[in-house]
């Protein structure tokens, strides 16, 4: 008897290979897609600003700089600050996803658990306490604070005998961003050197960077690209459960510590160069999840390319809506991020990972 006969469709054994054999195929579209979308981006970056400079001339400034004051422009101020966007919105979006990971919590978020907060308290208490005036000092105090919120925001949020959930997660992120942000507001109270110093990154913002600023946090942001996507394999083992995972061959106790490793290096490293920008690590997951699914391996490779995609958009973004003023990036995303929240709150269920 044929298969027609018995009722199943021709070729439909074979449907679901050839479905196996595409998906790859089109996630690596897909991704080639977003790397056009990106170097599209990049290059609004670099040509759009408060002065107008004609494209001839950015491209003249950017591959055979001549000494005026375009070409000055264009190198030292325009490409510095898309370079940074793209170093920092990586290392954003990369701990946002690992942290969903790690936690099981679709509402994860550097900034909205509070740990870019703890790492701005971090290096307010650098400069008022220890009087640290250097990029290289914050960054230590940054890693320092970033480590200790994402600590304490996990110990309160899995404490009881209830099981950890996202809202208590989020609930716990909340209190604890609160209690930083008091902190922050009478450290800065008592010191005028502090109150000068988090006034310019405190909303986050690419602009006014140079380039020992990205120099300095580059290898920070490395390691920490490098560890999470490092992290891929086992984090998908363990997404079957730990018992399942370590059958695989997966560590769990490893793979969380090096995951904080990976975020704290990440968040620290971003938010003592720009200051804290929020709903990057948010947003990009969830939109990528709808093309590649729970697979941490092409999660992670979409939002190293679409989260400094979103930063840098947002960016210029922000530089046309008030133009010849700008909006600062920090303030653009969280007017972009926050309709996401309450949409993902608002759901009957907030989905598990």
Known sequence: MSLVQQGVPAGGPAEPLRSRRTAPRLRAAGLLAALLLLLVIAVLSI????????????????????????????????????????????????????????????????????????????????????????????????????????????????????????????????AVN????????????????????????????????????????????????????????????LALGDDIGSALGARPARTRVLGAVAVALLCGAATAAVGPIGFVGLIVPHAVRLVTGPDQRWLLAYCLVLSPALLLGADVLGRILVRPDELAVGIVTAALGAPVLVALVRRRKVPQL
Do not use: C, K
């Not at 408060?50 to 030292?76: M, Y």
């Not at 940054?142 to 005998?161: D, E, I």
């Open 178 to 237: 609160a209690s930083l942000i008091a902190g922050i507001s009478t450290l800065t109270f008592l010191d005028r050197d502090s109150f000068a110093t988090l006034r310019t990154w405190s909303v986050g913002t690419l602009a006014g960077r140079s380039d020992a600023v990205l120099l300095q946090v580059t290898p920070f942001l490395l390691t920490g690209i490098v560890l999470a996507l490092a992290l891929a394999g086992p984090l998908n083992a």
């Open 47 to 174: 040509s759009v600003g408060a002065r107008s400079i004609p494209f001839t001339t950015v491209l003249h400034g950017l591959f055979a700089p001549d000494g005026t004051e375009n070409a000055v422009i264009v190198q030292d101020y325009r490409l510095t600050r898309t370079l940074l966007g793209l170093a920092v919105g990586a290392g954003l979006g990369l701990a946002g996803a690992l942290m969903q990971a790690l936690t099981r919590n679709p509402l994860a978020d550097p900034g909205l658990l509070g740990i870019e907060s703890g790492a701005s308290a971090a290096v307010v208490a650098g400069i008022g306490l220890f009087h640290v005036t250097t990029l290289a000092g914050y960054v230590w105090f940054a890693l320092a604070g970033a480590a200790l919120t994402a600590t304490a925001v996990y110990t309160l949020g899995t404490a009881g005998r209830s099981a950890a959930s996202p809202i208590r997660l989020v609930l716990a992120g909340t």
